[in-house]
Every structure is written in C-alpha cells, then in structure tokens.
Nanobody, 123 residues
Framework: QVQLVESGGGLVQAGGSLRLSCAASGSIFRINVMGWYRQAPGKQRELVATITRDGSANYADPVKGRFTISRDNAKNTVYLQMNSLKPEDTAVYYC?????????????????WGQGTQVTVSS
C-alpha cells in the first residue's frame, strides 16, 4: 500500500519560516496532483495548496504570497515552504496525493493522506 510520511513541522515565532516535506512510498505507478491541507482546532480541514505533475500550483487566499508548494517527481516528494508565518497559520498540516497504485493485473487511482504534522506559530 501507499504511505505518505511528513516532516518539518514544529514551533516557530511569527514572521519565521518552516519547510514541510511529504514523501510517498509503496507500489506507486504514478502520482498525479499532490497537495497540502490544514486543520486548526475546532475548524474544518481546508485546502492550502495543490500542485500538478508539471508544476502548476494553486493556493488558498490566506497563504498566497507567503507559501510555496513544489515537488520532486523523482523522489515522490512534495514540499511546502512557509514564510512570514502568522499565528493564524497554526494547525495540523496534512499531505494529500492522488496516486495510481499497482494492483494485481491492474492499476487503481485513489487519494492518500499523510499522518499530519503540527505547525505552531507563536506571537
């Protein structure tokens, strides 16, 4: 099965930066769209950014101009560079990927989630 492993979360002061990474492994045939979501306590999970295989990215309004999503297809890894962090960015950040996986005699496409990594921004 496919596994997404995230890293890079932690505690940072307002105005600081963090870089999140998410590496996919398993019986992967191809990874299509990859993205990041976040969920603050008591709130719905929300989209942060997505990126296609060819590098076309889109961002949620609250992070535009501050966050940058990128990917390395050879490493099956997606990154989120977070600059000028604000306390309102505090949340659990989740990696998501649309992956075509190898099955017996066939391929199957599905969405997969990472375990989540905590990002806390202090004021």
């Amino acid at each position: 099965q496919v596994q997404l492993v995230e890293s890079g979360g932690g505690l940072v002061q307002a105005g600081g930066s963090l870089r999140l990474s998410c590496a996919a492994s398993g019986s992967i045939f191809r990874i299509n769209v990859m993205g990041w979501y976040r969920q603050a306590p008591g709130k719905q999970r929300e989209l942060v950014a997505t990126i296609t295989r060819d590098g076309s990215a889109n961002y949620a309004d609250p992070v535009k101009g501050r966050f940058t999503i990128s990917r390395d297809n050879a490493k099956n890894t997606v990154y989120l560079q977070m600059n000028s962090l604000k306390p309102e960015d505090t949340a659990v950040y989740y990696c998501n990927a649309d992956i075509m996986v190898v099955q017996t005699m066939s391929l199957k496409s599905d969405h997969y989630w990472g375990q989540g990594t905590q990002v806390t921004v202090s004021s």
